[in-house]
């Protein structure tokens, strides 16, 4: 391969064992004496171009008797000018010669990611830059999204990563309110970016060492902060929280009735899962897909907060038992989606003790809470249950995707799923196979979601996490006593919430004096996708709304994103104010 | 927000449609005079972070009324010297004066990144530098993967990202043969930097607007190669080609049975599935977890070349039929994980015609052939099938993960998956929200595997994929020439490789001149595994081994990484030789 660097001398000086950075000075010190070190540069790379060395060096430890540069065998890019008009995907490497447009080619796409980083975090920037899919599919200002069958130069496929950023929305942004997941959180960032870098898998101790070791030692903590005794138990990262619910119900099915692996649900009585009625939807897709039937997820009543109401899940226990079917699951949310809801735990556990039902606490939204001194009381008596789902890219900030799967019960994983696939999980290696973790797994390939994470916890600690929660919550509260009176602003339930989720309606002018009738609620429920709609098109916050059961549309306002502050909740007021009043 | 930044002069004038570069030398020059533009930039920041305006600046549209440079909205970042060791998590953005350490850092962090992206195309780097589990979990030269209460320090959480990498395997190096998925794609790694930036979900057009309109015309031009007319039909891109697959079964299913959503597999006969006895274990998974239970699904019996003996899925079909049973999916592999076999995909499709079954092709892993128009009669008939799963991140180069799913009959994803959750997918939206894609799916939160995808193929156009997979099966076809006589070697089964794969045994000399026995075959099952051992110890190359039925252990040597050379398939002879000469 050809180059325009300096050179380790050999595999055996790796170069992340280098000292982590120059003797002060010696950077600037580059650039300045850029031209005079360029042009030996290019002196050397052509020795080196000329010599197949590298590709005879068969031997790991062989050194290169070619070597320009002994003392920086790790070298600080260097940015130079360079014409990507004329330059392709096939001028990169591993193309000879590659290697200097290669780096400049992502310096230049840093160049564009830092500067959305900076716009994302000002305020004066818009959170999106909203069009109609067909607007975009018509090209904006030639931006095309079409793929064709010729190459398109690097400077274009420059163009296109501004245009994709630019009609995009800033989901980092201190005003987008519109997921559970927000923020843009730079540790964790930074661990994407390496991870893409390294571009391994999960599957096999044997090409991702590290990862999976984070892994183990990070879904152990978990596990402890759940009060498992010694963080004893199992777990994954899996592809986000309706593949984690879908675990939890897998595994249920199989501890009660292992012969459905083998025999399918045709060995089994007709099973039924209790969820709430303000749970995740995924409980209901997991029982679709894995062959219960949407019709034997039984919705449990809540009380007006939101939370499962004990007595309604025993007296649906009770009447299922009576029809002959056979209970099997309990799901209880921990942080429901729309209200943020806790359901209550312990007498859920008392309840599923009694009738010998598998507990899930799905506490995708919610987990992140057992992080908070202040707040972990919420979550009181998860550490009964079986089994836990707990996102960190929701309340903690972790970039998409980042869910695990927590599983109190070691081994049972591994024997729901395993199917001893013999190209991967050769139990004749070098190593301890027990580390490999693919048969554990309902994918084969999975993607490293964990680096991330472990990085950001490496860089904030426990506490980091804590205050982060401890804030999104105050803000919270800090909007709620805003709008609790406030004239246009009606709370869809009373009292301080119990998660970061806020919901409400406005209420324009016209209608502040009208009696409730089926007319007003008509309208009222046209008023807030009016006002996201309005929002959206300024562009200059975004928050969700949504009706749930008998209540007509209204708004939901989370945070989770670090940047937040109490101007930005008063900004949110604001707007709805100031686009709603007339409606 | 503070900044020691110039700033665009108010959110109306996005930096992201400012000009690609500045007029050329401007770059060098900020460099030159970097001492005085920092002083004057210094002022301004403290201009800046005095004044609350940004805060105030409520409406869209509305002028910065302090701007320091108007005429330079989008700058190019420059790398200064910090002292990371006093510096936090914390002090990144959102912190207050966070912009420039949030640069500095993610310029340290992109510093190690292609330091390792360029050591990765270097022959005289290693693969791997192999350490057992126990090893790394013991902290070497204090990397410690253990999390604390306490935050670490910003030059901790660099040693630690450059430690991750020093331990890791370099998937993209040009000798590692070890997965279907390897090489390091410049391009799919920028879109992937990209992607985590944006850092957003594909659930809904809301949040993803570029992004959902990419996977849409990208997914579409992938069911044209199929050839399905006018590339109609439907799809998704999903977390792996095993939950690609999962979603062939579980469609299969509604078609068929689509009261089985409702109310469960009771409510449908006991079917079965057929697969080959060569196929990925996904399809058994499938089984298992979507409750039709393994033994159900019926393993179809193979020619020496891997390929599913048509004749014998009929027998098996009727054999079914006549238990009682009712057949409703057959998978066709098309590119086996192990021998790189196509089933007869015609053939196939003419018995589920004949028996009114789901054919669902796997091309996980032979897929990218489409795009080859000297090998993509491999797939003839693939046009047949009701579904398809293809993986680009496997043939096609791109990073994982990055796999899709695509569907004939458009609508049946929605029908199979969805549960109209009011919270996401609000009927009452402003945009047409035929393009909310969220419930299609078994995810609530997909992460965006497409940008990276999309942005090669604008790269390279559907030309470049082809050329790459061209290479990949000549350089696999080199290597079967180079072996198949040689001294040494034994070929698993005859005739050129239908795809990368090259399954074959070493035989040490020690076994050359031994006539057939067990004693041999046993001996010969443990020289793969021990070659591989000191391959990983000397970390100079890997590549796969298994056994497959009644064959032991054998190498499976793939090529999928668009580094290699000759060279480097010499190279792998060679070093299997010299370690395993002796054995």
Redesign the interface.
């Known amino acids: 391969?050809a180059?325009s660097?300096p050179?380790?001398t050999?595999?055996d000086q790796?170069?992340?064992?280098a000292n982590?950075r120059p003797p002060?000075?010696t950077?600037?010190y580059a650039?300045m004496h850029g031209c005079t070190r360029k042009l030996g540069m290019k002196i050397c790379g052509f020795l080196q171009k000329n010599n197949s060395l590298?590709?005879r060096?068969?031997?790991?430890g062989?050194k290169?008797l070619l070597s320009c540069d002994n003392s920086d065998s790790?070298?600080?890019?260097r940015?130079t000018?360079i014409d990507f008009s004329n330059l392709?995907?096939?001028d990169?490497?591993?193309a000879k010669n590659?290697?200097d447009p290669?780096?400049q080619?992502?310096?230049e796409?840093?160049?564009?990611?830092?500067?959305?980083?900076?716009?994302t975090?000002?305020?004066?920037?818009?959170v999106l830059?909203?069009?109609?899919?067909?607007q975009?599919?018509e090209g904006m200002?030639g931006f095309n999204?079409?793929?064709?069958?010729?190459?398109?130069s690097?400077?274009?496929?420059?163009?296109?990563?501004?245009?994709?950023?630019?009609?995009?929305?800033r989901?980092?942004h201190?005003r987008f309110f519109?997921?559970l997941?927000s923020g843009?959180d730079?540790?964790g960032?930074?661990g994407?970016?390496?991870t893409?870098?390294?571009?391994?898998?999960m599957f096999t101790?044997?090409?991702?060492?590290?990862?999976v070791?984070?892994e183990q030692?990070?879904l152990k903590?978990m596990r402890e902060l759940i009060g498992w005794p010694g963080g004893e138990g199992d777990g994954l990262f899996s592809?986000?929280?309706?593949?984690s619910n879908?675990y939890s119900v897998?595994i249920a099915r199989y501890k009660y009735f292992p012969e459905?692996?083998?025999?399918?649900?045709?060995?089994a009585p007709?099973l039924v899962l209790f969820t709430s009625e303000h749970s995740?939807?995924?409980i209901?897709?997991a029982?679709?897909?894995?062959?219960?039937?949407?019709?034997?997820v039984i919705l449990l009543s809540t009380d007006e907060r939101g939370r499962v109401i004990p007595a309604d899940l025993e007296a649906k226990i009770i009447d299922a038992k009576q029809k002959g079917y056979v209970p099997l699951f309990v799901n209880a949310t921990a942080g429901s989606?729309?209200y943020g809801a806790f359901d209550p735990i312990n007498e859920i556990a008392d309840i599923c003790e009694k009738y010998n039902l598998w507990l899930h606490v799905d506490g995708a939204w919610g987990g992140g809470l057992l992080m908070s001194r202040k707040h972990r009381h919420k979550l009181s008596g998860v550490e009964r249950a079986n089994s836990v789902t707990w996102?960190p890219?929701k309340m903690m900030g972790v970039?998409?995707?980042c869910?695990a799967i927590l599983v109190r019960e070691k081994g049972i994983l591994a024997g729901?799923?395993s199917?001893c696939?013999?190209?991967?999980f050769?139990p004749?290696?070098?190593?301890?196979v027990t580390?490999d973790t693919g048969d554990k797994a309902?994918?084969?390939?999975?993607?490293?979601d964990i680096?991330k994470f472990?990085?950001?916890?490496?860089?904030?600690?426990?506490?980091?996490f804590e205050q982060h929660i401890d804030k999104c919550l105050d803000l919270s509260q800090y909007l709620y006593n805003k709008i609790k009176n406030r004239e246009g602003f009606q709370m869809v339930f009373n009292g301080v919430p119990q998660h970061t989720n806020v919901c409400f309606w406005y209420i324009p002018r016209s209608l502040r004096g009208m009696p409730d009738s089926d007319e007003r609620l008509e309208k009222l429920h046209?008023v807030a996708?009016k006002i996201?709609?309005m929002m959206?098109?300024?562009?200059?916050t975004?928050v969700?709304?949504?009706?749930?059961g008998n209540k007509v549309?209204f708004f939901?306002m989370v945070v989770s994103n670090?940047?937040v502050t109490q101007?930005d909740i008063d900004?949110l007021i604001?707007?709805i104010e100031r686009l709603g009043n007339d409606l």
């Open positions: 391969m180059t660097e050179r380790a050999g595999a790796d170069p992340n064992t982590l002060s000075g950077y600037e650039w590298e590709e060096g068969r031997l790991a062989q290169n790790e070298s600080r890019f940015r000018e392709f995907a096939r990169l490497l591993p590659g290697e290669t780096i080619f992502l310096l796409i840093v160049d564009i990611l830092t500067n959305y980083i900076k716009k975090f000002d305020r004066s920037t818009k830059d909203f069009h109609h899919p067909h975009l599919l200002e999204l079409e793929l064709s069958d010729q190459p398109e690097l400077e274009q496929i420059l163009v296109d990563c501004r245009d994709t950023l630019k009609y995009g929305v989901t980092g201190p519109n997921q997941s843009l730079i540790i960032l930074a994407e970016w390496l893409s870098t390294a571009n391994t898998n101790y044997e090409i991702a060492p590290v990862f070791l984070m030692l990070t903590k592809p986000g929280g309706a593949i879908m897998m459905v692996k083998t025999k399918g649900m045709s060995a007709r995740h939807y995924s209901k897709k029982g679709a897909a894995l062959g219960f039937g949407t019709d034997n989606t729309v996102n890219h970039p998409l995707q869910s729901c799923n199917m696939a013999g190209y991967l050769q004749d290696k070098q190593y301890d580390y309902i994918q084969c390939g999975r993607h490293v680096f472990w990085l950001m916890w490496k860089a904030k600690g426990t506490v980091g046209r996708p996201k709609a959206m098109e300024s562009g200059t975004m969700g709304y949504q009706p749930q549309n939901r670090p940047a101007s900004f604001g707007e």
